[in-house]
C-alpha cells in the first residue's frame, strides 16, 4: 500500500523511520512542508491552510492512508480532514496514557509546541484521563528550529533545555513525554539533562502500531528496505545535496531509536 507521512518538517521523519522498520514491503511517500516550517508558533489558521494543500496534494498521489505525523497538524487539522475524506487518517496522540498507566500517581510533562499546549484536543485528552493533577505542559519552539538545521546535541541546545526545564521539580515525575515529533532528535541531551529515573516516551509506536490497526497490513521484521519517496511542499526531492540532509536526519534517528 501506498501511504504518506506528513509533517510540517523534518519530525515526521521519526514517525516514518519506524514505520520502515516494521513495514519493510510497503511503499512510502514522506511530505515535509518545509516552505512554511515551523508550524508551531503560526496561527491555528495557518496550519489549517497549510494542512489542507498538502492533503489536496498527497489525495492526489492515490496514497491508500495519511499517518499526521506532527502534534501540531494533528491538533489543529485532523478532525477537518477526516471530515472532507473517507481514506484512513492517523494522527499523533502524545503518549501520555502510557505515562500515566505505567506511572500511577507521578506526574508527566508533555513536552509540544505552543499551539499544541493550547489546543482544545490536548486538554480534552488531559480531562479524558482525568490527568488535570498530574499533567504538566510545556512548550519547546526553539527545538524545532534546531532540529530543522541539523544542530541536535551543540551546547546551545544543551544550554536551550537546561534553561527551559530548571524549574521542574523532578522528583515529582516519572516521564517526559514528547509531543511534537521534532523532540525525538534530542533524546541524548534531554537523558543527560534528566534524572536517571525520568523516562522519554514518544508517540511513533502507537501511531504506526494504529496504522497497522486501521488498514490491516502485516508487520514484518525483514532486513528490506521499504521504498520512500520524499516531497517538499509538494516538489519531489531529487537533488543530491537534500538527499545527503535527510540521510543526515536519517541516521540521527537511528542513534535516537534504543534511547
Ligand atoms: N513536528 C511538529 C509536531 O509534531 C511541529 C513542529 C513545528 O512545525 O512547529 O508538533
Redesign the pocket.
Known amino acids: 500500500m501506498k501511504i504518506a507521512f506528513f509533517?510540517?518538517?523534518m519530525?515526521?521523519l521519526s514517525v516514518l523511520h519506524h514505520a520502515t522498520k516494521i513495514l519493510p514491503q510497503e511503499e512510502f511517500i514522506f511530505f515535509a512542508d518545509e516552505d512554511n516550517?515551523?508550524?508551531?508558533?503560526k496561527t491555528p489558521e495557518e496550519v489549517l491552510g497549510f494542512v489542507d494543500a498538502a492533503f489536496k496534494f498527497l489525495i492526489a498521489q492515490e496514497v491508500g492512508a495519511i499517518v499526521v505525523a506532527?502534534?501540531?497538524?494533528t491538533s489543529v487539522a485532523v478532525k477537518a480532514m477526516r471530515e472532507k475524506y473517507s481514506l484512513p487518517i492517523i494522527g499523533?496522540e502524545p503518549a501520555l496514557k502510557v505515562a500515566l498507566d505505567t506511572f500511577p500517581n507521578k506526574k508527566v510533562l508533555v513536552a509540544?509546541?505552543a499551539i499544541?499546549i493550547t489546543g482544545e484536543k490536548i486538554h480534552r485528552l488531559i480531562k479524558n484521563l482525568h490527568a488535570e493533577n498530574f499533567a504538566e505542559l510545556k512548550a519547546l519552539?526553539r527545538l524545532?528550529e534546531f532540529a530543522e538545521r541539523l544542530e541536535f546535541n551543540s551546547a546551545a541546545v544543551e544550554k536551550y533545555l537546561r534553561d527551559e526545564l530548571a524549574a521542574c521539580d523532578w522528583k515529582n515525575f516519572s516521564s517526559l513525554v514528547l509531543g511534537?515529533?521534532?523532540f525525538n532528535y534530542f533524546k541524548d541531551t534531554l537523558k543527560k539533562i534528566l534524572p536517571p529515573h525520568m523516562k522519554i516516551l514518544d508517540g511513533n509506536a502507537g501511531t504506526v502500531n494504529e496504522l497497522i490497526r486501521r488498514t490491516n497490513l502485516k508487520p514484518e521484521h525483514a532486513e528490506k528496505i521499504s521504498s520512500v519517496k520524499f516531497f517538499y511542499s509538494g516538489r519531489r526531492v531529487t537533488d543530491a545535496a537534500e538527499l545527503l540532509r535527510l540521510k543526515k536526519f536519517l541516521r540521527r534517528l537511528d542513534e535516537m531509536y534504543t534511547l
Open positions: 509533517d510540517s518538517g519530525g515526521g516550517v515551523p508550524y508551531g508558533t506532527c502534534n501540531t497538524a499523533m509540544a509546541t499544541t519552539p524545532v511534537c515529533t521534532h
